[in-house]
């Protein structure tokens, strides 16, 4: 199981045409790579304490950020990984769980 939001942003580093990836309780981690979705499968679904630990890995740890998510139930956010690969994130809830999806920004769109 991924304990650590970095160990999924190598899914993005080991694939050029990754563009999205989703983020869901009770869900196993989802990619978009040219234009599909499909299921990381070698990795089991995500439980909700897992869920809120990637959550606020993402927000660094951010207390009052987070207290806002979940106020207003949803959190348009970028996050830069370890390796430097940038992200734009939504964070939300569907069905009163957490959820993220992350769009990569290509390195020359940052530029």
């Not at 999924?8 to 599909?36: T, Y």
């Not at 207390?63 to 964070?91: G, M, P, Q």
């Amino acid at each position: 199981m991924y304990k650590h939001i970095e160990q999924i942003v190598q899914l993005a580093a080991n694939n050029k045409n990754l563009s999205d990836i989703h983020i869901s309780w009770s869900k196993k981690i989802a990619v978009r790579i040219n234009g599909d979705i499909m299921t990381v499968s070698d990795k089991p679904e995500i439980d909700e304490q897992t869920m809120k630990q990637l959550v606020m890995q993402l927000l660094d740890h951010d207390e009052k950020r987070f207290h806002e998510y979940h106020e207003k139930k949803e959190l348009d956010f970028s996050f830069v990984s370890e390796t430097n690969i940038a992200f734009r994130v939504n964070a939300y809830f569907s069905m009163g769980h957490m959820c993220v999806v992350m769009r990569k920004i290509n390195k020359e769109a940052r530029e």
